[in-house]
């Protein structure tokens, strides 16, 4: 990879069922795939926060609407899911020559280290790549809000939310062959138009705080690396008209 990268700080978020295949648990081929990309990114000088789902594993808020089990329950089930996959990425990243260190808004001391700003900072400015994990700490909020929270308390130049389709379409691409990429939106249309780039809370945070969201394939062969060196890749968000 090329040193001409555009940014120097990135929010990567990423999926559970990525690191699935789109099953449940953990897939060590789709766990090395989508290792590799963000190592590459590392070791070319680009400083990497994570933030995993835990769709692999569970959703609070599909567990409570099919059990007993309360939300608040259930949403802290699903923070403890994402320090699994956390600590998942932590080790194949370090195994990888890409050493990771995973920080946790749940205070978990055996297991990892709690989250702070500064901390998070500290490592990133070591050229560590850090695992957010244990989304925001609190019930009812994603882990696409946790993605854009952090990246505003990292001060990260930008939001890249690695998906398995190229970016955002009109229409969902596998169903209707004429959808159309957008090659960039702005924050306004896509709450306006509610198009599922990132939940509302993500958006508005992204939004106020302007900083950019590209949604990219993570898979695609220099797709994000062409995004971090501010290439023509994805769908990107911006204030910008």
């Known amino acids: 990879m090329s040193d001409k990268l555009k940014y120097k700080r990135v929010l990567l978020k990423i999926s559970g069922e990525g690191l699935s295949g789109g099953g449940i648990g953990l897939e060590p081929k789709e766990i090395n795939a989508v290792c590799e990309q963000i190592a590459a990114l590392s070791k070319a000088g680009l400083q990497v926060a994570l933030v995993c789902g835990a769709g692999n594993i569970v959703r609070g808020a599909t567990l409570n609407s099919k059990t007993t089990i309360e ?98 379409y009109t229409a969902d691409p596998m169903k209707d062959p004429s959808a159309r990429l957008y090659q960039e939106l702005t924050f306004d249309q896509v709450i306006k138009d ?7 809370s993500a958006i508005t945070l992204c939004k106020e705080n302007h900083i950019d969201i590209i949604v990219c394939n993570l898979m695609k062969p220099g797709m994000v690396e062409n995004v971090v060196k501010g290439g023509n890749a994805g769908t990107r968000v911006t204030n910008a008209g």
Do not use: W, Y
């Open 194 to 200: 509610d198009l599922k780039v990132m939940d509302h």
């Open 71 to 168: 939300r608040v329950t259930a949403d802290q089930m699903g923070m403890l899911a994402t320090v699994i996959n956390s600590l998942a990425l932590q080790d194949v990243l370090t195994g990888m020559g890409a050493p990771a260190v995973t920080l946790s808004a749940v205070e978990m001391f055996a297991v990892c280290d709690r989250f702070t700003s500064r901390r998070a900072k500290t490592l990133l400015n070591e050229g560590k790549i850090v695992v957010l994990a244990g989304g925001t700490g609190n019930p009812f909020f994603t882990t696409d809000t946790c993605a854009a929270l952090r990246a505003v308390e990292i001060d990260a130049d930008v939001v890249i939310k690695a998906t398995k389709v190229d970016g955002v």
